[in-house]
């Protein structure tokens, strides 16, 4: 303030797709703090399914909202349980997953927000994350910054493995 200073603090964020039982996380993207949310969603999904993780089930907020979104998750064999925004038309140009999944929101809402609900775990792991390692970054350059929060991210999983593996003894 008293030199006229201005201190400008670029973020980066972390997109994830996560296991609901095991909170395991396993898709990462991270970016540019002030990137669009949907366009990370496709390349998670992608990268679940080939990592070998059975998909039955996606459930996401309204940021990821879209034809392609859910299309994908019926490409890799999962039910998208996205919610539709308000201004949403069951016109689907194409996309047979979108107006199926139109239909089920606009007539069965109940059981729909049930599966929708299945979402929080996701800020459950983000809330897990932070508490073991803290959501402050220690590094000073973007590349580092970016390896330290995956190292987090491997490490979260290392965690929840292990407690897995005790548990099951």
Same mark, same amino acid.
């Given at each position: 303030?008293?030199?006229? $200073?201005?201190?400008?603090?670029?973020? +980066? #964020?972390?997109? !994830?797709?996560?296991?609901?039982? =095991? &909170? !395991? !996380? =396993?898709?990462?993207?991270?970016?540019?703090?002030?990137?669009?949310?949907?366009?990370?969603?496709?390349?998670?999904?992608?990268? =679940?399914?080939?990592?070998?993780?059975?998909?039955?089930?996606?459930?996401?907020?309204?940021?990821?909202?879209?034809?392609? &979104?859910?299309?994908?998750?019926?490409? /890799?064999?999962?039910?998208?349980?996205?919610?539709?925004?308000?201004?949403?038309?069951?016109?689907?140009?194409? *996309? +047979?997953?979108? #107006?199926? %999944?139109?239909?089920?929101?606009?007539?069965?809402?109940?059981?729909? %927000?049930?599966?929708?609900?299945?979402?929080? &775990?996701?800020? *459950?792991?983000?809330?897990? $994350?932070?508490?073991?390692?803290?959501?402050?970054? #220690? *590094?000073?350059?973007?590349?580092?910054? +970016?390896?330290?929060?995956?190292?987090? /991210?491997?490490?979260? &999983? +290392?965690?929840?493995?292990?407690?897995?593996?005790?548990?099951?003894?």
């Amino acid at each position: 303030m008293k030199h006229n $200073l201005i201190k400008k603090h670029n973020w +980066i #964020k972390c997109h !994830i797709m996560t296991g609901v039982k =095991t &909170n !395991i !996380i =396993t898709a990462v993207e991270v970016n540019e703090g002030y990137s669009s949310d949907s366009q990370q969603f496709i390349p998670l999904v992608k990268m =679940t399914s080939e990592n070998g993780f059975n998909i039955s089930e996606v459930s996401a907020d309204l940021a990821y909202s879209s034809r392609d &979104n859910l299309t994908k998750v019926r490409e /890799v064999g999962g039910i998208p349980f996205i919610p539709f925004k308000r201004n949403a038309v069951k016109s689907s140009v194409g *996309s +047979i997953a979108w #107006k199926k %999944m139109y239909h089920y929101f606009m007539l069965n809402r109940e059981d729909f %927000m049930a599966h929708y609900h299945k979402r929080s &775990n996701v800020e *459950s792991t983000f809330f897990m $994350l932070k508490a073991k390692f803290s959501d402050m970054l #220690k *590094s000073k350059t973007k590349t580092a910054q +970016i390896n330290e929060l995956l190292l987090k /991210v491997l490490c979260h &999983n +290392i965690v929840v493995v292990n407690n897995e593996t005790n548990q099951s003894f």
